[in-house]
């Protein structure tokens, strides 16, 4: 699932914006109805994104989010369904959620997306295979662009760039805890066979790359 911001306009600002984001990644994957919280930072705030901890009941899921990627203007999400219209509830509750905060933060009005969130069906090998690669490979568009043409010269760097961009579930992919609450990463990672090897073989699928693999049929 993929979406971006109306006219393409960036809708994570600052870092309270994309933590705000990830926060509600977590808080609206549930059966039941969302908390009218006040969003504070504060001496109950959570230890992975910097906002209050919620005394609840353990959640239902609505989807299991296997993977994410937050960017400027636009975000990614890898999802796999685990009631009738999870999806649809999960995605209702993040966009209207995370469009009230950002209008009221930012003191504007309307739509903050490019309409409904678009979506492929992950029906083949290769999207399940390279999808994951790609979406985590997205933030070198902000220092690599180069990257999808296959003419990054410096791949160490590139590399590097990635293990520090926050705002994405690759930390936790590759064994380095970020946000390890949001994502269900099992199912991947059995199949990717672990953290090392998903780290190794994303390295590879930088220098080999062939986005021709992620497109859909």
Same mark, same amino acid.
């Given at each position: 699932?993929?979406?971006?911001?109306?006219?393409?306009?960036?809708?994570?600002?600052?870092?309270?914006?994309?933590?705000?984001?990830?926060?509600?990644?977590?808080?609206?994957?549930?059966?039941?109805?969302?908390?009218?919280?006040?969003?504070?930072?504060?001496?109950?705030?959570?230890?992975?994104?910097?906002?209050?901890?919620?005394?609840?009941?353990?959640?239902?899921?609505?989807?299991?989010?296997?993977?994410?990627?937050?960017?400027?203007?636009?975000?990614?999400?890898?999802?796999?369904?685990?009631?009738?219209?999870?999806?649809?509830?999960?995605?209702?509750?993040?966009?209207?959620?995370?469009?009230?905060?950002?209008?009221?933060?930012?003191?504007?009005?309307?739509?903050?997306?490019?309409?409904?969130? &678009?979506?492929?069906?992950?029906?083949?090998?290769?999207? =399940?295979?390279? $999808?994951?690669? @790609?979406?985590?490979?997205?933030? /070198? #568009?902000?220092?690599?662009?180069?990257?999808? &043409?296959?003419?990054?010269?410096?791949?160490?760097?590139? =590399?590097?760039? $990635?293990?520090? @961009?926050?705002?994405?579930?690759? /930390? #936790?992919?590759?064994?380095?805890?970020?946000?390890?609450?949001?994502?269900?990463?099992?199912?991947?990672?059995?199949?990717?066979?672990?953290?090392?090897?998903?780290?190794?073989?994303?390295?590879?699928?930088?220098?080999?790359?062939?986005?021709?693999?992620?497109?859909?049929?």
């Amino acid at each position: 699932i993929y979406n971006r911001g109306v006219e393409k306009r960036k809708v994570f600002l600052d870092d309270e914006d994309y933590l705000r984001f990830i926060h509600d990644l977590f808080e609206f994957n549930d059966e039941e109805p969302v908390l009218k919280l006040a969003y504070y930072i504060g001496k109950n705030q959570s230890s992975e994104v910097g906002l209050p901890k919620i005394e609840r009941q353990p959640r239902k899921c609505l989807v299991e989010l296997l993977a994410f990627c937050l960017m400027p203007n636009h975000f990614h999400l890898i999802i796999r369904q685990k009631k009738e219209w999870g999806i649809t509830e999960f995605m209702r509750k993040i966009g209207t959620g995370y469009t009230n905060y950002f209008n009221k933060k930012y003191k504007r009005v309307g739509a903050l997306f490019q309409g409904k969130y &678009k979506f492929i069906h992950l029906v083949n090998d290769a999207h =399940f295979i390279h $999808l994951p690669y @790609y979406i985590h490979l997205n933030p /070198l #568009d902000l220092k690599f662009p180069e990257w999808r &043409k296959k003419e990054i010269k410096d791949y160490k760097n590139a =590399f590097k760039f $990635l293990e520090s @961009y926050r705002w994405s579930s690759f /930390l #936790d992919y590759i064994g380095k805890s970020n946000f390890p609450s949001v994502t269900q990463r099992g199912f991947l990672l059995e199949f990717f066979e672990g953290t090392e090897n998903y780290k190794k073989e994303t390295s590879k699928w930088l220098k080999e790359i062939d986005l021709e693999e992620t497109k859909e049929s």
